[in-house]
């Protein structure tokens, strides 16, 4: 008898989770049913013989229902062989699903079904800030981290992993590039030549614009002269590596304190910062908006990239104007309330 349940144990192993499961609750429905065709006056409903049959197999025992006749006690004995050993087997597999599934999301193996989150392409310290600054000025943000490493570098229960090379449209795919707000590419600092940096930076663009060409792409560029090939390649932006540090140290130089300021627009987590306002219907040139953003106590400092708008405040705001304002992220809410 010991082989042979020892036997059935193997065999139960070795079924997939859907057969199991399947087994499960075909002998929880059998069970049932026979112990109500057996008993009926004890239990009075079949959902009293199924709860009857559960706590049997869980060992809880509670005593309100118990069989009676021979019959009724020799299927008692037939559940505690099996049934015991059954949700015992069955709870392991869940044990080990969970586990696997937290294995997998480590390594990551596991696609991503979200939309409007954030891809961050090659890890380093700068990605990390970046991801710690987002998540300080959107709280709810979702983002994938698609990186070659192994392991997930960042965990955190917004923060999902996709492990591969980030210029394969199948690992982009998986990421969920196609459903994705914005995509940023940081240099991949595992490369010692800069135009190897770039040339990489340059086919993961690529590869981006050819799945997902709706996508905001962000790129970290290692060499100036690289910057009109990206340009062709459609991407959005992009940002020089080290060329804001060297810039705020000459300004540091020249100016004292002017660093601070640059400082709290870099960051959100300190003073003011740069936000975009929606256009009123009431503002009809620069000089509307201005006025108003100043008694609310903002500064309006440019439309997209042209900060010269104080000089032409008499003209008037076009129709695809996006403005520009600074001020604290308290005002910002005040502002935007009724927008």
Partial sequence: MPLFLHSLSLKLLRLKNSAIFFFFISFLLITSTLAYMLEPDTFGNWFNALYWV????????????????????????????????????????????????????????????????????????????????????????????????????????QVHFVSGDPSSGDILEKAGIASAQAAVIFADNRIDEPSLVDGKSLLIVSSIESIAPQVHTTVEIMLEKHIQNFKHANVNEFVLSHDAVARLAVRS???????????????????????PVPVSPQWRTYEDAFLSLLKQGATLISDRGDMSINTKLQEPIPADAKLYMVCDIATYKQITKGA
């Avoid at 709280?139 to 965990?155: C, L, M, R, S």
């Avoid at 601070?260 to 910062?273: K, P, T």
């Fill in 253 to 275: 130089a020249l100016n004292d304190g002017s660093v601070e300021i640059f400082s709290q627009l870099l960051s959100r987590q300190h003073g003011a910062d740069v936000f």
């Fill in 54 to 157: 559960m706590t049997t197999m869980a060992t809880v025992g509670y005593g309100d229902f118990f069989a009676h006749t021979f019959a009724g006690k020799l299927l008692t004995i037939l559940i505690y062989i099996f049934g015991i050993g059954l949700l015992s087997l069955i709870i392991g597999k869940i044990i080990d699903s969970v586990g696997q599934f937290h294995r997998q999301r480590r390594a990551g193996k596991l696609k991503y079904y979200g939309k409007q989150h954030f891809v961050f392409i090659n890890w380093s310290k700068k990605a990390r800030y970046a991801i710690e600054e987002l998540l300080t000025i959107s709280p709810a943000a979702q983002i994938v981290i698609i990186d070659e490493a192994d392991q997930h570098p960042y965990e955190h229960d």
